[in-house]
T-cell receptor
Framework: KAGVTQTPRYLIKTRGQQVTLSCSPISGHRSVSWYQQTPGQGLQFLFEYFSETQRNKGNFPGRFSGRQFSNSRSEMNVSTLELGDSALYLC????????????FGPGTRLTVL | GENVEQHPSTLSVQEGDSAVIKCTYSDSASNYFPWYKQELGKRPQLIIDIRSNVGEKKDQRIAVTLNKTAKHFSLHITETQPEDSAVYFCAASIRQGGSEKLVFGKGTKLTVNP
């Protein structure tokens, strides 16, 4: 099976712009979670989608949003980018929602100038 | 609360020695505790996980122990090798709004010196 893929792998944006990141889960996996990874902060949970519904949300401002399509692919959007949004954004897929093994993608490295 | 504390933040050992990383969690309802290994520039990968109905789990040189009463769990790596060098993250499932999410510790950078 192909692993979790994310596009693009690298992005450079300027403050105030918006960005959309994409995640394709492992075939058959219906849950996609998104995390922000920054040095010293580890992985911080953004949100989880299952069957096109957001099941859980982390403590991030409303500028961070996401969605999931019927084929389980997911996108996350960040509007009005701030310097502090520079991070590695990881998505992870699992066969179902809830506590089970998550398979991570390679991440999208976002740099905000 | 939803907090997972991980210690130490950095750990350096000699090849062949053992390494222990400890995590504590705050939600007594947590029931799933995975450990992920992230090598430099790569994605996190699950190395072992444990559920709350088990006190210990072992897979070759890696073991995880769970103390539900004290709300802490530990990763033990024996006979360390240079390829064990990586950042290790613990996580705990936290119940929130009818669903569950994983809350991660901030990571431990393990260096195994040849």
């Amino acid at each position: 099976k192909a692993g979790v893929t994310q596009t693009p792998r690298y992005l450079i944006k300027t403050r105030g712009q918006q960005v959309t990141l994409s995640c394709s889960p492992i075939s058959g996996h219906r849950s996609v979670s998104w995390y922000q990874q920054t040095p010293g902060q580890g992985l911080q949970f953004l949100f989880e989608y299952f069957s096109e519904t957001q099941r859980n949300k982390g403590n991030f401002p409303g500028r961070f949003s996401g969605r999931q399509f019927s084929n389980s692919r997911s996108e996350m959007n960040v509007s009005t980018l701030e310097l502090g949004d520079s991070a590695l954004y990881l998505c992870a897929s699992s066969w179902s929602w809830g506590p089970n093994e998550q398979f991570f993608g390679p991440g999208t490295r976002l740099t905000v100038l | 609360g939803e907090n997972v504390e991980q210690h130490p933040s950095t750990l350096s050992v000699q090849e062949g020695d053992s390494a222990v990383i400890k995590c504590t969690y705050s939600d007594s309802a947590s029931n799933y505790f995975p450990w992920y290994k992230q090598e430099l520039g790569k994605r996190p990968q699950l190395i072992i996980d444990i559920r709350s109905n088990v006190g210990e789990k072992k897979d070759q040189r890696i073991a995880v122990t769970l103390n539900k009463t004290a709300k802490h769990f530990s990763l033990h790596i024996t006979e360390t090798q240079p390829e064990d060098s990586a950042v290790y993250f613990c996580a705990a499932s936290i119940r929130q709004g009818g669903s569950e999410k994983l809350v991660f510790g901030k990571g431990t950078k393990l260096t195994v010196n040849p």
